[in-house]
């Protein structure tokens, strides 16, 4: 009987203890996230044409080019922000999903720098800086592996959905803005364009490794090392910006000067000026179609980059 009441006792007492270490380890189930990041680019690629203009940074002197060389990048480079809702299904995973909002640094894309107004080619001084910015949403799976004085470090891999955004070309240029009736330049004035190319929907992948720091029961700070890569394909671009000398030029546009559509290939039926040329007009770059979009290939720009993320983690 005696022995009967003492295994009762020890059966009691190690439930109880498996009790309590259950709901020692059981983690959080829901939390949140607020973080900043900033992010380094990690491969460069060549930049699509620019109006027409290839990729490269050209220097001309006295009519005659002395230098020429690629210019290439990724728009990876850059500062984001974001807030993370996460749920932990057990002590080592969990799922999150992040909203966030993505601003690149400025990234030349094309330069042609001259000591004259315009070559006898008919080459005149320009540049070209893009930049982009996308808001996106993050889903991702967590496995978190183990805390330790404070600290409890984890990994995560996801895939990144842009669900609104554009890249930006900002281009300044010393050009001709009026013409002889035989096409020669009659006048050059300071040219100012904002051009906003419209993405395809595309899918990113990104993996990260990082770690929480309690400070309170329910306060942590967290530091994240984040990897992520994804490109940007064009589908529609629109002139919003078009000045002369200051002033604006923008209703002096036709429709395809303004209005582009990216296509995988261009033949005789498209509206560009490379296939049907509209020699009616003075410098010849409009098509035969001006109130109808210009047609133009498909652009891609890569935004892989590495980056560190810092924040505040709330656990309910």
Request: net charge negative; glycine share 10%.
């Amino acid at each position: 009987m005696k022995k009967n009441l003492f295994l009762l006792g020890l059966l009691v007492c190690s439930l109880a203890t498996m009790a309590q270490t259950e709901k020692a380890d059981k983690p959080e189930s829901w939390y949140f996230k607020l973080g900043g990041s900033y992010f380094n680019q990690t491969a460069s690629t060549e930049f699509p044409t620019v109006g027409g203009n290839a990729a490269l940074d050209r220097t001309y002197v006295g009519g005659k080019l002395v230098s020429e060389k690629s210019v290439t990048g990724s728009f990876g480079q850059g500062f984001r922000t974001g807030i993370t809702a996460g749920y932990r299904f057990s002590t080592r995973i969990g799922v999150e999903l992040g909203v966030n909002y993505y601003t690149s640094n400025d990234k030349k894309m094309a330069q042609t720098t001259s000591d004259i107004p315009i070559t006898p080619t008919g080459v005149y001084s320009f540049k070209s800086v893009g930049q982009i910015t996308a808001f996106d949403v993050a889903p991702a799976i967590v496995m978190f592996l183990g805390e330790s004085k404070g600290f409890e470090p984890y990994t995560k891999v996801g895939i990144l959905v842009p669900i609104h955004g554009d890249l930006e070309i900002t281009s300044d240029a010393y050009a001709p803005i009026a013409f002889t009736p035989q096409g020669a330049p009659a006048a050059f004035g300071y040219v100012h364009s904002v051009d906003k190319v419209k993405p395809n929907p595309t899918l990113g992948f990104t993996a990260a490794l990082g770690t929480t720091y309690k400070l309170t029961t329910h306060l942590s700070a967290f530091a994240e090392l984040e990897y992520r890569n994804f490109t940007v394909h064009g589908d529609t671009k629109e002139t919003t910006e078009f000045t002369v000398n200051g002033q604006d030029a923008l209703a002096t546009r036709t429709t395809a000067q303004i209005h582009t559509n990216y296509q995988d290939h261009l033949d005789v039926n498209s509206n560009n000026a490379l296939f049907n040329p509209n020699t009616a007009t003075p410098d010849q770059r409009d098509t035969t179609r001006p109130n109808d979009a210009m047609d133009e290939l498909s652009s891609y720009v890569g935004i892989s980059g590495l980056g560190l993320t810092l924040g505040i983690k709330y656990s309910l």
